[in-house]
């Protein structure tokens, strides 16, 4: 069996003085390199920690709270008058003397209730003349239908003409009108004599009597004779400020103060509103409904009245440290996505020490500076600082 013969390797060529030098230059100089690069190295990653320490130092670090509700505004109390459901001035309808009065001041009556009676000579007169008038009516008229009916029941024959019988029937058409006139007449005098009996037009109290026995009484004068009001329920009147009137509705509760009884609050409930603001005032003219069946609240007087449960919504809130006065009135720095500040015009509402009401310029959901400087300027970047831990949280 063959074998290939065997190849033995080629001997390693002795190494020289000058290769080895070469080697040793070349292991200094990558020791060297290395050794630079080892020392600057550190020296660049904490210049650029430095450099990074110094930008975020430079971007200002803030806390921030956002507005919350407060509590929804009370209204004030206005004033307010207290005036009867129903009032009214009774005056004569007709002319004559008062024969007696029925009815004193506090008084109660009910409706039709006889307050005083009038007495009338010239009003009788006339209502006789008319009723013998009407009767006079009556008898021509009666005539004249008789005389109408011979007449037409000759029509047609030699002894009466057509242009009789027409005579005879235009004669009744006049003597029943003029009858017809004449009933009028006494009925209108009858009404004019029931005005001699003075009424009261419905029931309620007489707060006001201003006749006596013998006073001459004239119709349609003018003169106030009773004055009569109904105080089961009362009206209660108030005019409320512009700034609350959009809040106000039919069948909103209000309740009403009266002085006598120590602020007592009285339940009420809106009746109706003008539904249009006073142009002299700038008020809404509203009334309220006060029950009064005792009859212990007597109208006419004073009162406070305060309206409840209106459409106001509650104002937001914020801290008063994160108010900036400027020239320009109080404004607040918001915080936006992007880190940069935005100054915003607020309108003050109430002011609770601590904290303050805004009625504009921002809104529930803004990240507003607390402290901010003065030096604070629109479009400034700043930082949100981090919330503390809860206390006792891990």
Same mark, same amino acid.
Do not use: C
């Given at each position: 069996?063959?074998?290939?013969?065997? *190849?033995?390797?080629?001997? #390693? +060529?002795? /190494?020289?003085?000058?290769? =080895?030098?070469?080697?040793?230059?070349?292991?200094?100089?990558?020791?060297?390199?290395?050794?630079?690069?080892?020392?600057?190295?550190?020296?660049?990653? $904490?210049?650029?920690?430095?450099?990074?320490?110094?930008?975020?130092?430079?971007?200002?670090?803030?806390?921030?709270?956002?507005?919350? +509700?407060?509590?929804?505004?009370?209204?004030?109390?206005?004033?307010?008058?207290?005036?009867?459901?129903?009032?009214? !001035?009774? *005056?004569?309808?007709?002319?004559?003397?008062?024969? =007696?009065? #029925?009815?004193?001041?506090?008084?109660?009556?009910? /409706?039709? !209730?006889?307050?005083?009676?009038?007495?009338?000579?010239?009003?009788?007169?006339?209502?006789?003349?008319?009723?013998?008038?009407?009767?006079?009516?009556?008898?021509? %008229?009666?005539?004249?239908?008789?005389?109408?009916?011979?007449?037409?029941?000759?029509?047609?024959?030699?002894?009466?003409?057509?242009?009789?019988?027409?005579?005879?029937?235009?004669?009744?058409?006049?003597?029943?009108?003029?009858? &017809?006139?004449?009933?009028?007449?006494?009925?209108?005098?009858?009404?004019?004599?029931?005005?001699?009996?003075?009424?009261?037009?419905?029931?309620?109290?007489? #707060?006001?009597?201003?006749?006596?026995?013998?006073?001459?009484?004239?119709?349609?004068?003018?003169?106030?004779?009773?004055?009569?009001?109904?105080?089961? #329920?009362?009206?209660?009147?108030?005019?409320?400020?512009?700034?609350?009137?959009?809040?106000? $509705?039919?069948?909103?509760?209000?309740?009403?103060?009266?002085?006598?009884?120590?602020?007592?609050?009285?339940? $009420?409930?809106?009746?109706?509103?003008?539904?249009? %603001?006073?142009?002299?005032?700038?008020?809404?003219?509203?009334?309220?409904?006060?029950?009064?069946?005792?009859?212990?609240?007597?109208?006419?007087?004073?009162?406070?009245?305060?309206?409840?449960?209106?459409?106001?919504?509650?104002?937001?809130?914020?801290?008063?440290?994160?108010?900036?006065?400027?020239?320009?009135?109080?404004?607040?720095?918001?915080?936006?996505?992007?880190?940069?500040?935005?100054?915003?015009?607020?309108?003050?509402?109430?002011?609770?020490?601590?904290?303050?009401?805004?009625?504009?310029?921002?809104? /529930?959901?803004?990240?507003?500076?607390?402290?901010?400087? &003065?030096?604070?300027?629109?479009?400034?970047?700043?930082?949100?600082?981090?919330?503390?831990?809860?206390?006792?949280?891990?």
């Amino acid at each position: 069996m063959l074998r290939p013969p065997s *190849v033995e390797p080629a001997p #390693t +060529p002795p /190494a020289t003085p000058g290769g =080895r030098r070469a080697v040793l230059v070349v292991a200094v100089a990558v020791a060297v390199v290395a050794g630079a690069l080892a020392g600057a190295f550190p020296r660049w990653r $904490a210049r650029v920690a430095l450099t990074a320490e110094r930008r975020e130092l430079a971007v200002a670090v803030v806390r921030v709270v956002s507005p919350k +509700p407060g509590k929804p505004a009370t209204p004030p109390a206005f004033p307010a008058e207290i005036k009867p459901l129903l009032e009214a !001035s009774i *005056v004569a309808r007709a002319s004559g003397y008062v024969r =007696r009065w #029925t009815t004193d001041i506090g008084g109660h009556v009910a /409706a039709g !209730s006889l307050l005083a009676e009038l007495e009338s000579p010239e009003l009788d007169q006339e209502l006789a003349r008319g009723r013998q008038e009407a009767a006079q009516a009556e008898a021509a %008229l009666a005539l004249a239908a008789n005389t109408a009916g011979r007449y037409q029941g000759l029509a047609g024959t030699p002894s009466v003409s057509d242009q009789e019988v027409a005579e005879r029937g235009g004669d009744l058409a006049v003597k029943t009108a003029a009858r &017809d006139a004449a009933l009028a007449n006494v009925r209108r005098l009858e009404q004019l004599r029931a005005f001699t009996l003075i009424r009261s037009p419905f029931a309620g109290i007489v #707060t006001s009597r201003r006749v006596d026995v013998g006073d001459l009484v004239t119709g349609g004068g003018g003169r106030e004779l009773f004055r009569v009001v109904q105080a089961g #329920t009362l009206r209660v009147s108030l005019r409320v400020p512009q700034a609350w009137a959009a809040g106000v $509705a039919a069948g909103q509760p209000a309740e009403v103060l009266l002085p006598e009884l120590g602020g007592k609050a009285l339940p $009420a409930v809106v009746a109706r509103s003008a539904g249009a %603001l006073s142009p002299e005032s700038r008020t809404l003219l509203v009334e309220l409904e006060l029950a009064n069946a005792l009859g212990d609240i007597l109208p006419g007087g004073y009162a406070e009245a305060r309206l409840l449960g209106g459409r106001r919504p509650a104002p937001l809130t914020l801290p008063a440290n994160t108010l900036l006065f400027r020239e320009e009135g109080p404004r607040v720095g918001v915080v936006g996505k992007d880190g940069r500040v935005e100054l915003r015009s607020v309108r003050l509402g109430r002011d609770f020490g601590r904290t303050v009401e805004l009625l504009s310029g921002v809104s /529930a959901g803004d990240a507003v500076i607390l402290n901010p400087s &003065d030096a604070l300027a629109a479009g400034a970047v700043v930082r949100i600082a981090a919330e503390p831990a809860a206390e006792g949280g891990r």
